[in-house]
């Protein structure tokens, strides 16, 4: 009866370990604290936890209060994708704007920079960089968060992000195995496939994890995405095939393997998220990452307890799981003796220039030139709906940063269905700077902008995406990512204040 008891106790603890589950609040509720004691190993943050770094370290004490070694999680790539300003806009360019200067030193600088901050409020783990390899530019979810188009600029930034990042004691998670540059669906909403052999998978989507792994990289995220010639059936994070064979056997990785967001539509809508947990671990994960939606002690019970039945029921081998639980706990180890070796905490917010602006300002690129400014500008943002990795609470765009160089810069945001007439009516007689975001992907906006510089051709234009579409307007900035410090880098040019 003692051994039934004490193998009982192991399997929960270690079905508790495996998941890395979110929460509301930006204090940690009291479930989660005695989840934590009883096993839980990690937890995932989100910008709805997040409201400051102090109240961020505070938040993290809480948590290693309880256990010490505890991995806190985050999806901070920069750039379009931050949680740890999620209110004001990253002080970081992302991946598109690095892989544009494709100065790995700088990449490796920036990657650091960011790791130092998350390890001063207490965070450890870190789901970047995207080692995506953005071959289709129409890619409704990767664009800018990838490095680029190109396989080898791709590895050679996603290695030294991933060296960056852990030279400041933060662990690295490189996503999405094995690629999701060449998508054309959002896995939040369905599940996507990439139909290419495995000549093409090997010789362009690989060779960045390949990069990561050679580097280091700590974590591997899985993607809910179907390859058919590697599993013609399961999403990569449910295959065995992608998991274990490739992943593990071919190309030699031998750290964690966390999956995407559990409750995404890919997943969640075709296998639900109990019996997907179980078959990711299964075919070879280590860690479930749920919370981006789902985020009470009911989701993490549930997972538990599924995974328990599983073992209980011969679905999922016990070892299987322990090995799974055995790696999350190593890497809380190597996190914990990495924090206490070293990593200094980040820069304070408000600190001059930095290395984001720095590398921001290096990213844009402009066509054209305009007149100096004699009067202050009505700057026109045409926003589309940002995609759920984006979220749309997080400010973009330069009216904000060129109305501190050009007071009284007037704005307004213009969603699909506006027309110019509406634009060049709010503006008057300033001249008109235009800002978008993958241009080329919205007809309606190519519409808009080619009216407005018909009408005005002294309209100026920022491309905060992906500068697919030919350069238009008297002057052309792209910034190659719709940061903070990316708006004011482009708002430096339009204002005249940077050579």
């Avoid at 921001?360 to 926003?383: C, D, I, K, N």
Wanted: glycine share 12%; proline share 6%; net charge negative.
């Amino acid at each position: 009866m003692t051994v039934l008891a004490h193998r009982t106790d192991t399997l929960t603890r270690d079905a508790l370990a495996v998941l890395q589950p979110g929460f509301e609040g930006t204090t940690a509720p009291g479930w989660l604290l005695r989840q934590v004691g009883e096993g839980l190993t990690a937890v995932g943050l989100f910008g709805r936890n997040i409201t400051s770094p102090e109240q961020l370290a505070a938040l993290t004490a809480q948590l290693r209060a309880v256990r010490e070694d505890v991995l806190v999680a985050i999806d901070e790539e920069g750039g379009d994708v931050t949680r740890l300003e999620v209110r004001g806009g990253s002080s970081f360019p992302g991946n598109l704007a690095l892989g544009s200067v494709d100065d790995t030193a700088l990449t490796r600088d920036v990657a650091r920079e960011l790791g130092r901050r998350l390890a001063g409020c207490g965070v450890n783990l870190n789901w970047a960089p995207s080692a995506d390899v953005n071959s289709n530019p129409d890619n409704p979810v990767i664009g800018v968060r990838s490095f680029g188009a190109g396989t080898h600029l791709a590895a050679r930034h996603t290695a030294a992000y991933v060296e960056g990042l852990q030279a400041a004691g933060v662990a690295a998670c490189t996503k999405h195995f094995p690629g999701h540059g060449d998508t054309n669906v959002d896995s939040h909403h369905a599940l996507p496939r990439i139909d290419v052999d495995l000549d093409t998978l090997a010789a362009r989507e690989l060779v960045p994890f390949k990069a990561a792994i050679e580097a280091g990289t700590k974590a591997v995220m899985s993607a809910h995405i179907v390859v058919p010639a590697l599993d013609p059936t399961r999403p990569a994070t449910l295959s065995p095939q992608i998991l274990t064979g490739l992943l593990r056997k071919e190309l030699g990785y031998e750290g964690l393997i966390v999956t995407d967001g559990m409750e995404m539509n890919a997943i969640a809508g075709t296998y639900g998220i109990e019996r997907g947990s179980v078959l990711a671990i299964a075919a070879g994960a280590d860690a479930i990452c749920v919370g981006g939606g789902l985020a009470d002690e009911a989701t993490v019970l549930r997972l538990r307890d599924a995974l328990v039945a599983a073992v209980r029921e011969g679905a999922l081998p016990e070892e299987r799981l322990a090995d799974a639980a055995a790696r999350v706990r190593e890497l809380a180890e190597w996190t914990r003796q990495a924090r206490a070796a070293a990593a200094t905490p980040g820069a304070p917010e408000g600190s001059a220039p930095g290395i984001g602006l720095t590398a921001a300002r290096r990213a844009v690129v402009v066509s054209g030139a305009a007149a100096p400014l004699t009067a202050a500008p009505y700057v026109a943002t045409l926003a589309p709906v940002a995609n759920v990795a984006v979220g749309d609470e997080t400010p973009w765009g330069v009216a904000g940063e060129l109305a501190a160089l050009a007071p009284g810069t007037e704005s307004g945001v213009y969603p699909q269905g506006s027309a110019a007439g509406d634009i060049l009516a709010a503006a008057g007689g300033r001249t008109v700077v235009a800002v978008v975001r993958d241009a080329h992907r919205h007809p309606w906006m190519t519409e808009a902008l080619d009216a407005l510089v018909a009408a005005r051709p002294d309209t100026v234009v920022v491309e905060m995406g992906l500068p697919r579409a030919e350069p238009r307007g008297v002057l052309y900035i792209a910034t190659h990512g719709a940061a903070r410090v990316c708006g004011r880098a482009a708002a430096e040019v339009i204002a005249g204040v940077r050579a």
